[in-house]
């Protein structure tokens, strides 16, 4: 005869998973009811968490921020070389994004930044300057941060974080369900968390650095810069800022997987340019 206990476990294996199963589905309906875009270049759906005037809303604001919270330069070499290369690449993207609202300013700063933020609004640090070097280094760091904006890096981010977010809190509830000690189900959570960072979502972000890297290279060509000073900006950069933690711990690529893989798309790169320079001659 089987005891109840045994029975009443069994019949608890269905209930337990009930949780995770709907927060799987509640995910899958965030994810698949998201909005999209389409990527002018590839033609591939673009799925995020904010619609694009949510996204330029938030850009405009975070933008307004930054200039009245940090020292902006209005006048100078720096403003005339950065307002120089970003005119040049918007001319080349202005087609692929026309919604876009372009703006840049210049911060002066120490830190070796720069960034784009959606809805088109740029903000370059006199910091990364040294670093940059000429315009061609620019236009390559600019291009780059132009690419997360215009493939909505920042909102496919945010809805891969709600969605795995939505399953971790389903397995947690599936989990406090079970017959595991608090420690145990501290445990399994804390696995299942850092799964979740080191295994989809660090990964994710490298991908989109890659993404950006790959993308901003052909935008500078595209504008007339030369891409090879890609590889020459990033061995600076490695230089400029020390050591770096294993690239499975980071969201970004390492600096040497970045020369290797700019490398790699380098003849298109090149091909691009020149077609560039011979439009211009």
Known sequence: MESSTGSGRRGRG?????????????AAFKYFSAPTVRDAETGRKIRGSL???????????????????????????????????????????????PSFEWQVSVVESSQANAFCLPGGKIV????????????????????????HAILRHGSQR???????????QGASTAVSM?????????????????????????PFSREHETQADERGLLYAARAGYNPQDAVTFWERMAAAGG????????????????????KEIMPRALTEY????ARKR
Not at 14 to 26: K, S, T
Not at 158 to 168: A, K
Not at 194 to 200: C, D
Not at 274 to 277: H, I, K, L, R
Request: hydrophobic share 45%.
């Open 51 to 97: 619609t694009d005037q949510q996204g330029a809303a938030l850009g405009l604001q975070s933008f307004q921020k930054v200039l009245q919270t940090e020292r902006v330069v209005s006048s100078g070499p720096a403003v005339d070389q950065v307002s120089r290369v970003v005119r040049n690449l918007i001319t080349v993207v202005r087609t692929l994004e």
């Open 243 to 262: 050591g770096q933690p294993p690239e499975f711990m980071s969201t970004h690529p390492s600096h040497g997987s970045r020369i290797a893989r700019l």
């Open 158 to 168: 945010m809805l891969q974080t709600e969605v795995f977010n939505t399953v971790l």
């Open 14 to 26: 269905p209930m337990l998973l009930l949780p995770l199963l709907l927060a799987v589905a509640l």
């Open 274 to 277: 020149e077609q560039a320079t």
């Open 124 to 147: 370059v640090y006199t910091g990364i300057l040294p670093i940059t070097q000429t315009d061609d280094g620019l236009a390559v760091v600019l291009g780059h941060e132009i690419a």
């Open 178 to 202: 079970g017959d595991m000690t608090p420690e145990h189900q501290r445990a399994v959570m804390g696995a299942l968390g850092l799964t979740t960072k080191y295994g989809v979502l660090m």
